[in-house]
């Protein structure tokens, strides 16, 4: 996944305790293989994720950098979240590209998605040219499927831009990036949305939210927390979920580690609470997984 996908990318964790509840239940998805399954979003009544892209025996393509592509699936849910009915989207454009970590709109209408672009750009960390990460917007069009791609014009073919994540309203996206002025490998930036059209200016978040390591995967929940993961000092493993409250007057709020069993001594990453902010889902490499990246639900958060 993000590892593979990271790879590309770049050739391409102290903060306060997060006390849960003990009653928090977390287990992991019936629909996990040895592939990829990561970044799960519910929009309405369907769930999206991202996958290996596949040959026809379901044998996961890598790229020529041993890097793998991936895809975006949709699925239905049932009571317990299990995933059913998976298939890949329906999508105008023609050929394979990579596709994955997506946000939806409201309504369902637009999808924001992290891909690569078509020409290659610098490669600041190895000093070679790849195909750099950029965030894509797509419309959803009744019996057509997702058409009418366009690439976020401040997407830079010579950085990575990536893992789009609207706030509520949809008025605010935020992303990762590796522009100038970045402190860690990549850090938290937004940008604001105006009708799913035009764009604002990039402004990068608080340096007491982005560190000198590796922020990915943002999310904003109803209530306007931030969740990210990083790879901070601190951290319970690897790579660690933390919140942020948006709407906190604390000058010097701090992020929060959430707390077992979201956060394992594995990597835990994409962060997705559903808007009655006690269910939702997560992407792990934890121990007695599947062997890639597994998506588990939690519910009684």
């Known amino acids: 996944m993000f590892r593979t996908q990271f790879t590309l990318l770049f050739l391409l964790a102290l903060t306060y305790g997060f006390s849960q509840d003990k009653s928090v239940a977390i287990k992991k ?5 040895k592939l990829d399954h990561f970044a799960a979003r519910v929009v309405g009544d369907k769930i999206y994720f991202s996958h290996n892209l596949t040959t026809k025996r379901g044998r996961a393509i890598k790229d020529k950098y041993g890097g793998f592509y991936y895809i975006m699936y949709e699925a239905l849910i049932n009571e317990d979240g299990e995933i059913k009915n998976e298939k890949p989207i329906v999508k105008t454009e023609l050929g394979r590209f990579n596709m994955s970590s997506s946000t939806f709109s409201k309504d369902g209408k637009y999808m924001y998605f992290t891909t690569n672009h078509e020409d290659k750009g610098a490669n600041k960390l190895k000093g070679i040219e790849t195909y750099n990460l950029q965030i894509k917007r797509a419309e959803y069009v009744e019996g057509t499927g997702w058409t009418n791609f366009e690439v976020l014009p401040f997407c830079d073919p010579d950085h990575n831009f990536a893992h789009p994540a609207l706030s509520p309203d949809g008025s ?15 850090d938290l930036y937004k940008v604001s949305v105006s009708s799913h059209k035009t764009y604002g200016e990039v402004t990068k978040l608080d340096d007491n939210i982005n560190s000198s390591r590796t922020e990915i995967f943002p999310f904003v929940s109803t209530d306007n927390k931030l969740y990210f993961t990083s790879d901070r000092r601190g951290g ?17 709020q701090k992020p929060v580690s ?13 962060f997705f609470i559903n808007d009655d902010l006690t269910t939702g889902y997560l992407s ?5 997984g599947e062997g890639g990246d597994d998506l588990y639900y939690f519910s009684k958060f």
């Open 29 to 33: 998805l019936e629909i996990n293989t």
């Open 172 to 186: 605010t996206l935020y992303f990762i990036a590796d522009v100038k002025g970045t402190k860690g490998k990549s």
């Open 236 to 252: 319970k493993g690897g790579l660690d979920i933390y919140s942020y409250d948006l709407e906190s007057s604390v000058a010097d």
């Open 258 to 270: 959430l707390d077992a069993p979201i956060n394992s001594r594995g990597d835990d990453f994409s």
């Open 284 to 288: 792990s490499r934890r121990l007695k």
